[in-house]
């Protein structure tokens, strides 16, 4: 005789099993899982947990939590994430947004002037990109990557909120020369080196290594990019650039060695770490 899988029973499995393979909120996840394959919503499931599953919904069940149970991440396996209130299409190879990366737009916001030409460098999805033209309405926002499929994924987004981000293959302000920005920002890779082997495996394995690594101290790519800015800023643009745990102060001193910039500033995320560091081209 062949078992009867209801909703409530797969889900009670479900959650057993990914707990036992290390996923946090695993109950959680399990009815998001199961949403996904069912096309149902959570109160969907719940009015329905004596319902059998098919043949077909359990196998397709049993992919997605085998791939959960890997560790492979829930966002790359519904297909989107949140952030900044917008829903963004995400796929393997291109960086999930992250809730902290909200605050680098809101100090953008804060400083974008009227009518102002936005660069986002490294647009992975094209979240920072899109959010931006989104609340900053009269802007022109360009961005830059060197991952077609960044790339592929970042116009798929502006698409689907219906804004324009004019997009460049390229690697950080190459494709630039010669024009000027009111605002420059980046979500650069910032983690040091060493410490990717550390991480949660569903960073370390699935999400993209040249999105994370900046480098044996994190902060190569700060190097590059703020000497850099000021050839692609105008007299009194902005630079904001998102920084890990710690970096803050570094990053600061590399704005000040330029003797470039004034107005430098660092701002908190609402986990009090000071996450986005800034400066005003002289
Ligand atoms: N700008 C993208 C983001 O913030 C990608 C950043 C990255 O790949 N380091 O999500």
């Not at 409530?8 to 393979?21: F, G, H, I, M, N």
């Not at 399990?30 to 719940?46: F, K, P, T």
Request: glycine content about 8%; aromatic content about 8%.
């Amino acid at each position: 005789m062949t078992e009867t899988w209801t909703i409530l029973k797969v889900l009670t499995w479900t959650r057993d099993y990914l707990a036992e393979k290390g996923v946090e909120n695993s109950r959680l996840e399990s009815e998001w899982l199961l949403c996904e394959v069912l096309g149902l919503d959570r109160v969907g499931l719940y009015v329905n947990f004596d319902k059998p599953l098919t043949a077909s919904e359990l196998a397709a069940c049993r992919a997605l939590v085998g791939r959960r149970a890997r560790r492979e991440p829930l966002q790359y396996l519904l297909g989107s994430q949140d952030f900044c209130g917008l829903d963004f299409e995400v796929s393997p190879g291109v960086l999930i947004p992250r809730h902290d990366t909200e605050t680098l737009v809101q100090e953008a916001v804060n400083r974008c002037p009227a009518r102002a030409a936005i660069l986002d460098i490294g647009v992975g999805s094209g979240c920072i990109a899109v959010a931006l033209a989104k609340f900053c309405t009269d802007a022109q926002v360009y961005g830059v990557d060197p991952s077609l499929k960044a790339l592929e994924l970042a116009q798929r987004n502006a698409d689907r909120h219906g804004v324009t981000v004019t997009l460049f293959q390229g690697s950080l302000f190459e494709p630039f020369k010669g024009l000027k920005f009111d605002l420059i920002v980046s979500n650069p890779p910032y983690i040091p080196t060493a410490e990717i082997a550390g991480l949660q495996p569903e960073v370390r394995d699935y999400e993209p290594r040249e999105a994370l690594d900046g480098g044996p101290d994190g902060l190569d790519f700060y190097r590059s990019i703020i000497p850099a800015a000021p050839s692609c800023l105008e007299k009194d643009g902005w630079l904001l650039l998102e920084v890990g745990i710690g970096e803050s102060p570094e990053v600061l001193k590399i704005f000040e060695a330029t003797g470039l910039f004034h107005e430098l500033f660092s701002a908190n995320d609402p986990g009090a770490i000071e996450r986005v560091v800034g400066g005003r081209k002289k």
